[in-house]
Nanobody, 118 residues
Framework: QVQLVESGGGLVQAGGSLRLSCAASGRTFSSTYAMGWFRRAPGKERQFVARIVWSNGSTVYADSVKGRFTISRDIAKNTMYLQMNSLKFEDTAVYYC??????????WGQGIQVTVSS
């Protein structure tokens, strides 16, 4: 089992920044291949945001956030981050972190609200 806890969300004006954190724990976390961020805006389906391979830090971003968001991880702390800059109203969503075991996203956090005011 893996437990994931997101933090760092909140309300910010358009153009501002936020940094999300996702702290992982659990005895099976050591087998994690990658971690990712997703988001779900009101009335919309869940959307992929970014992913980082835990061993080598390789990253992938959705086109909608490329150049504005940066995903990173601290291996010693078992924590993943999402630095969000130049936030737009359309970035408003509940953000979720998840672990990938090499085959699928297996564990999910509870989600955290990010609201960008226009």
């Amino acid at each position: 089992q893996v437990q994931l806890v997101e933090s760092g969300g909140g309300l910010v004006q358009a153009g501002g920044s936020l940094r999300l954190s996702c702290a992982a724990s659990g005895r099976t976390f050591s087998s994690t291949y990658a971690m990712g961020w997703f988001r779900r805006a009101p009335g919309k389906e869940r959307q992929f945001v970014a992913r980082i391979v835990w061993s080598n830090g390789s990253t992938v971003y959705a086109d909608s956030v490329k150049g504005r968001f940066t995903i990173s991880r601290d291996i010693a702390k078992n924590t993943m981050y999402l630095q969000m800059n130049s936030l737009k109203f359309e970035d408003t969503a509940v953000y979720y972190c998840a672990t990938h075991n090499g085959a699928q996203y297996a564990y999910w956090g509870q989600g955290i609200q990010v609201t960008v005011s226009s």
